[in-house]
């Protein structure tokens, strides 16, 4: 079993990129989906979350304006769409899988994490 984020890049403030994880080896509709970020110097911090029913959670109101997040059953990958980037938004992007697929913003609660990609805002 695999998880394998795609998408990072180096994009201009009020840029856009997408964020795909891709499963391999399960199926991400058993398991809660999340998606983590570490900005250099600080903490890792939950951003948002697909539960195994397909419920969508966001950990902090200033994501869920921009940023959206959806789940392609057929091709086993959740997708982080992030709008209007800013600097702070810099960090490694990680998805995890939770196999109660209830979420959560602990990151301890995740068993299994892909490598992450490089999301850098930068004029």
């Known amino acids: 079993s695999q998880l394998v984020e795609s998408g990072g890049d180096l994009v201009h403030p009020g840029g856009f990129l997408r964020l795909s994880c891709a499963a391999s080896g399960f199926a991400m509709s058993s398991y809660a989906i999340g998606w983590f970020r570490q900005a250099p110097g600080k903490e890792r911090e939950g951003v948002a979350c697909?539960?195994?029913?397909?419920?969508?959670?966001w950990y902090a109101e200033s994501w869920k304006g921009r940023f959206t997040l959806s789940r392609d059953i057929a091709g086993n990958t959740v997708s982080l769409e992030m709008n209007s980037l800013r600097h702070d938004d810099t960090a490694i992007y990680y998805c995890?899988?939770?196999?109660?697929?209830?979420?959560?913003?602990?990151?301890?609660?995740?068993?299994?994490w892909g490598q992450g990609t490089q999301v850098t805002v930068s004029s």
């Open positions: 995890a899988r939770r196999q109660s697929g209830v979420c959560s913003d602990s990151s301890s609660l995740y068993e299994d």
């Open positions: 697909m539960s195994a029913i397909g419920v969508a959670y």
